[in-house]
Antibody
Framework: QVQLQESGPGLVRPSETLSLTCSVTGYSISSGNYWGWLRQPPGKGLEWIGTIYHGGSASHNPSLKSRLTISLDASKNQFSLRLSSVTAADTAVYYC???????????WGQGTLVAVSS | QSALTQPPSASGSPGQSVTISCTGTSSDVGGYKYVSWYQQNPGKAPKLMIYEVSKRPSGVPDRFSGSKSGNTASLTVSGLQAEDEADYYCSSYAGSNKVVFGGGTKLTVL
């Protein structure tokens, strides 16, 4: 059974870069499928951030595209998120997920809260 | 503003049925068979309840069902139970490896 776990700093200063890593167990990223990041601001709904395929091609939410980098390291069975020039509006619980066929997230990490504050 | 429109709240008494709608466009809900529904309890990650409009993952009770007509998808919970009280989100594939979500519906079991 696939399991995902987010890791990274819980506090990021405004204008800096938010970096998170998702470690995958029970499923080899190299065997295929899509992997994604989503977020949920406190008290608000879910937002898709972006998806990456094991071959390396990525799709991004247009509203974040200019600040966003999603990468994948198959040797470590991990994928990562970098979001630059963060503001308080980027404060959220960030989730990593397997996105089945690129169509829908079917397995989620537990989520990690990232606060943007000085 | 979310790409898909859901009612902010829904409610029903134990044993009753409740339906939550999710309205999009022909570029997402209406254009693909990849509508899914998630249940989220406070402080927890979303849980997949329905995928591909009407399919249930293993372990999801058959009280949960999904359907779609045109640009609107629906989640129906039959035989409401107290444990069904949660937030529910719809999502849809929107082409080019993009996914969109609804704003969420808070289901209250009276």
């Amino acid at each position: 059974q696939v399991q995902l776990q987010e890791s990274g700093p819980g506090l990021v200063r405004p204008s800096e870069t938010l970096s998170l890593t998702c470690s995958v167990t029970g499923y080899s990223i190299s065997s295929g499928n899509y992997w994604g990041w989503l977020r949920q601001p406190p008290g608000k709904g879910l937002e898709w951030i972006g998806t990456i395929y094991h071959g390396g091609s990525a799709s991004h939410n247009p509203s974040l595209k200019s600040r966003l980098t999603i990468s994948l390291d198959a040797s470590k069975n991990q994928f990562s998120l970098r979001l630059s020039s963060v503001t308080a509006a980027d404060t959220a619980v960030y989730y990593c997920a397997r996105v089945w066929g690129a169509y829908y997230p079917d397995s989620w990490g537990q989520g990690t809260l990232v606060a943007v504050s000085s | 503003q979310s790409a898909l429109t859901q009612p902010p709240s829904a409610s029903g008494s134990p044993g009753q049925s409740v339906t939550i709608s999710c309205t999009g466009t022909s570029s997402d809900v209406g254009g693909y068979k990849y509508v899914s529904w998630y249940q989220q309890n406070p402080g927890k990650a979303p849980k997949l309840m329905i995928y591909e409009v009407s399919k249930r993952p293993s372990g999801v009770p058959d009280r949960f069902s999904g359907s779609k007509s045109g640009n609107t998808a629906s989640l129906t919970v039959s035989g409401l139970q107290a444990e069904d009280e949660a937030d529910y989100y719809c999502s849809s594939y929107a082409g080019s490896n993009k996914v969109v979500f609804g704003g969420g519906t808070k289901l209250t079991v009276l």
